[in-house]
Each structure stands twice: as structure tokens, then as C-alpha cells.
């Protein structure tokens, strides 16, 4: 049977009480200034916490206003016996979101194109590199 430590009662203590675990950091051995200082940086990092917490539900609350104007705008224009595909990329604290939506075969076939998924296009370096070489060529025999 586990004895459960009384709570502590020292201010230093109380702050670093792990949520839900009911133990403390053994911070006795530590100078005043060494524990204010880890006191410091612990609020500090539920502080970066919070803020990333929160600012993961703004990046949600953004993407679902985006996809619910991006759901109306295709019915919208479904209703109007127009096809339409509207497509985004976008980088959050969420990750990468990719949305395709519309009535046509290209949204229902849910592939971004190369720009969307923001890979480079490399075919105008291959055959600007095709050219020059071919320059280069023909200046060769020229010159000999």
C-alpha cells in the first residue's frame, strides 16, 4: 500500500507539484537562487505551453471558418449548375492542411498539383540546362 505525501507546504514546493501525480521535485538540496530559478523556468514553460495551446485552437477555429466558406462556396456554385475546385495549402501549428474541395472529377480525385503540395517544378531547369549544353555543343564544333 502507497502512503501518500502530505501536500507541501513551502511556496517553491507547491509550484512544482506534477499535476495529478501528487509528488514533488526534491529541490533541498538546492541553493534559494537555484530553486527560484527553477520555479522561473517551470512557470515559463507552462506559460510556452498555454500559449501554444492556445494558439493550436485559434490555427483549429481558422481552418474550420475556411473549410465551412469553402464547403458553402461549392454548393453555392453546385447549385448554380457551375463546376468548381477550390484548393489550399496551409502551414500552421497544426501541421500542413491540404483542402480540395469542389464538384468536378479533378477535386473528387483529391490530388494537389505539384505547386499546391509545394514540391519544385523542375522541368524549366532541365530544359534551360538542355539548351545551354546544346549551345556549348555547338560552339564547340563551331570553333574547331
Same mark, same amino acid.
Given at each position: 500500500m502507497?502512503?501518500?505525501?502530505?501536500p507541501?507546504t513551502?511556496? +517553491?514546493?507547491k509550484?512544482?507539484?506534477?499535476?495529478?501525480e501528487g509528488?514533488?521535485?526534491?529541490l533541498?538540496?538546492?541553493?534559494?537562487?537555484?530553486?527560484?530559478?527553477?520555479? =522561473?523556468?517551470?512557470?515559463?514553460?507552462l506559460?510556452?505551453i498555454r500559449?501554444?495551446?492556445?494558439?493550436? =485552437?485559434v490555427d483549429v477555429g481558422?481552418?474550420?471558418?475556411?473549410l465551412?466558406?469553402f464547403?458553402?462556396?461549392a454548393?453555392? *456554385?453546385s447549385?448554380n449548375n457551375?463546376?468548381?475546385? %477550390?484548393? *489550399?495549402t *496551409?502551414?500552421?501549428?497544426?501541421?500542413?492542411?491540404?483542402i480540395?474541395?469542389? *464538384?468536378?472529377?479533378r477535386?473528387?480525385?483529391? =490530388? +494537389?498539383?505539384r505547386?499546391?503540395?509545394g514540391?519544385?517544378?523542375?522541368?524549366p531547369? %532541365?530544359i534551360?540546362?538542355g539548351?545551354?549544353?546544346?549551345?556549348? %555543343?555547338v560552339?564547340?564544333?563551331?570553333?574547331n
Amino acid at each position: 500500500m502507497r502512503s501518500r505525501l502530505a501536500p507541501p507546504t513551502d511556496p +517553491l514546493q507547491k509550484a512544482l507539484v506534477r499535476q495529478g501525480e501528487g509528488a514533488a521535485f526534491d529541490l533541498s538540496r538546492l541553493s534559494e537562487a537555484e530553486q527560484q530559478e527553477i520555479v =522561473k523556468q517551470y512557470q515559463s514553460g507552462l506559460i510556452d505551453i498555454r500559449h501554444r495551446a492556445d494558439q493550436m =485552437k485559434v490555427d483549429v477555429g481558422a481552418l474550420s471558418a475556411l473549410l465551412r466558406e469553402f464547403s458553402d462556396a461549392a454548393a453555392e *456554385n453546385s447549385g448554380n449548375n457551375t463546376s468548381v475546385t %477550390i484548393t *489550399n495549402t *496551409n502551414d500552421t501549428s497544426l501541421g500542413r492542411t491540404e483542402i480540395i474541395v469542389g *464538384n468536378t472529377a479533378r477535386a473528387q480525385s483529391g =490530388k +494537389l498539383s505539384r505547386s499546391q503540395t509545394g514540391e519544385t517544378d523542375w522541368t524549366p531547369f %532541365i530544359i534551360g540546362g538542355g539548351a545551354i549544353a546544346l549551345i556549348l %555543343i555547338v560552339l564547340i564544333i563551331v570553333a574547331n
